[in-house]
């Protein structure tokens, strides 16, 4: 099986740098994905790391070490517009390669 | 538009009711998932279609959910009977393949009563 955790809620100011942690345990892993969902709507991809490191794009970074079962996402000079909960999610290997979501962590950004 | 599209967006049932929620794929996109979303949680998987074929249905329910792709385009899920449990958001995702990123449907919102 598999078990996602991450932190339920967070409060950042806007113009600052703010880390969204998950960890992840699972029998088999291929790749973690972040997406981002604001109420009412729906999720939207906002990146996938599949090797160890970081993957940069924009002001949204992410990080994923294998071995700690381990990711982050990064947001960095945080806009009031990124208020929303963002969800971490783990693609198991074998067979069709399913997905599974975390609780996801409602961000708030304050001015 | 090129996005995915759920119908109807909000549906009000009385307990016992069937309803039915219909999901249009982004077009050319084989594999379709649907998941169920609670209050404050993440989507919680129901099901995946890899064009017609349903290749797991673990996550439903009760027998009580139904869901089909009879043409490996749009699919309807169905639930039978609901029971107030069943409030949620159901949410309808199509990718390419299972290798890439899935892209979700705005979801259509079940109250039961």
């Known amino acids: 099986g598999q078990n996602i955790d991450q932190p339920t809620e967070m409060t950042a100011t806007e113009g600052a740098i703010v880390q969204i942690n998950c960890t992840y345990q699972t029998s088999g892993f291929n790749g973690l994905f972040w997406y981002q969902q604001h109420a009412g709507e729906a999720p939207t991809f906002l990146s996938y790391?599949?090797?160890?490191g970081l993957e940069e794009k924009g002001r949204f970074s992410s990080f994923l070490s294998r071995s700690k079962g381990y990711s982050y996402l990064l947001l960095k000079e945080l806009q009031m517009k990124d208020s929303a909960s963002y969800l971490c999610a783990v693609r198991r290997s074998g067979g069709y390669q399913k997905v599974t979501f975390g609780t996801g962590t409602k961000l708030q950004v304050i001015p | 538009g090129a996005g995915v599209s759920q119908s109807p967006r909000y549906k009000v049932a009385k307990r016992g009711q069937d309803v039915a929620l219909r999901c249009d794929p982004i077009s050319g996109h084989v594999s379709l998932f649907w998941y169920q979303q609670a209050l404050g949680q993440g989507p919680e998987f129901l099901t995946y279609f890899q064009n017609e074929a349903q290749l797991d249905k673990s996550g439903l329910p009760s027998d009580r959910f139904f869901a089909e792709r009879p043409e490996g385009s749009v699919s309807t899920l169905k639930i039978q009977r609901t029971q107030q449990e069943d409030s949620a958001v159901y949410l309808c995702?199509?990718?390419?393949?299972?290798?890439?990123?899935?892209?979700f449907g705005p979801g259509t919102r079940l109250t039961v009563l």
């Open positions: 790391n599949v090797l160890d």
């Open positions: 995702a199509s990718s390419l393949g299972t290798y890439n990123e899935q892209f």
